[in-house]
């Protein structure tokens, strides 16, 4: 997964949508007064902070991310003395802290490769202290996209399309599938945790509605520009992306457009 700076997922995980989601999480795994959560892949540390918020009366969140960068954004936002940060791999989280009450891993495992997702949740159940919950979120996986939205997407592809060829670029469909691309069913995210030694896996998959300014602010998102045009030029593609979708919601005549958010969870 490679971290681009100016398009990390900071604007989506700033809208009130997101806020909605990561409530869910804390509403899946209650942290038990004074206990240790640990936001897995928790980027620039929007998720990190909403946790703390809505959970004001655990004792320690610590957030864990690859990329300094990321961390540098989330250690300014978030100065609080019940937080730490901690630069480490999602694959290798159980050695990174100790024993926690909750993990959560918010809209992380789509940038993990398919083959390593297994362990990152092996390292997850390791992690957590005997009765503790670990809970995932994701935006990328199959079946997100409701059937009767699919004309939006169409349109919305085409008119990308146009203003890429306008400026002498077009989508580039032909490349390898990108990380994020790599989506797992809800029953594949099950079993998952149920191979990594989790009991009551439950899934839910939640639709929320993503207004223009919503969908805006994932275009500004590396991962998904990537998959979504395949061109290496994020700014390009990111406009493109942007202006394609404001002639999509102006031709259908659109105020929201509904997609779905997968929550996987189990406990130890």
């Not at 061109?231 to 779905?260: C, H, K, M, N």
Request: charged share 25%; glycine share 10%.
């Amino acid at each position: 997964m490679t971290f681009v700076h100016g398009y990390e997922f900071d604007a989506m995980s700033r809208r009130p949508l997101y806020g909605d989601v990561t409530q869910r999480l804390v509403d899946i795994c209650q942290a038990p007064a004074g206990g240790v959560v640990a936001d897995v892949g928790c980027g620039s540390g929007r998720a990190t902070e909403l946790l703390l918020e809505r959970s004001a009366h655990v004792g320690t969140v610590i957030g864990i991310d690859p990329s300094e960068h990321e961390l540098a954004i989330a250690r300014q936002r978030l100065r609080d003395p019940k937080v730490r940060f901690v630069q480490g791999r999602a694959q290798d989280v159980e050695s990174l802290t100790g024993p926690v009450d909750v993990a959560v891993l918010s809209n992380v495992m789509h940038q993990i490769p398919a083959a390593e997702r297994g362990p990152v949740i092996e390292g997850c159940h390791r992690l957590l202290a005997p009765g503790g919950c670990c809970a995932l979120n994701t935006l990328f996986y199959e079946g997100a996209v409701l059937p009767e939205t699919r004309p939006f997407y169409a349109h919305w592809l085409r008119a990308t399309r146009d203003v890429l060829r306008s400026r002498d670029s077009d989508l580039v469909l032909a490349r390898g599938k990108p990380v994020a691309l790599e989506t797992l069913t809800p029953r594949q995210h099950e079993a998952l945790f149920s191979q990594a030694g989790f009991h009551r896996v439950k899934s839910e998959e939640v639709v929320y509605a993503w207004t223009l300014r919503d969908w805006e602010a994932l275009c500004t998102y590396s991962v998904f520009v990537e998959g979504a045009t395949g061109i290496e030029d994020l700014a390009l593609g990111s406009q493109a992306l942007v202006q394609g979708l404001r002639t999509a919601f102006e031709r259908l005549g659109l105020s929201e457009v509904p997609r779905r958010w997968l929550f996987t969870w189990g406990g130890k």
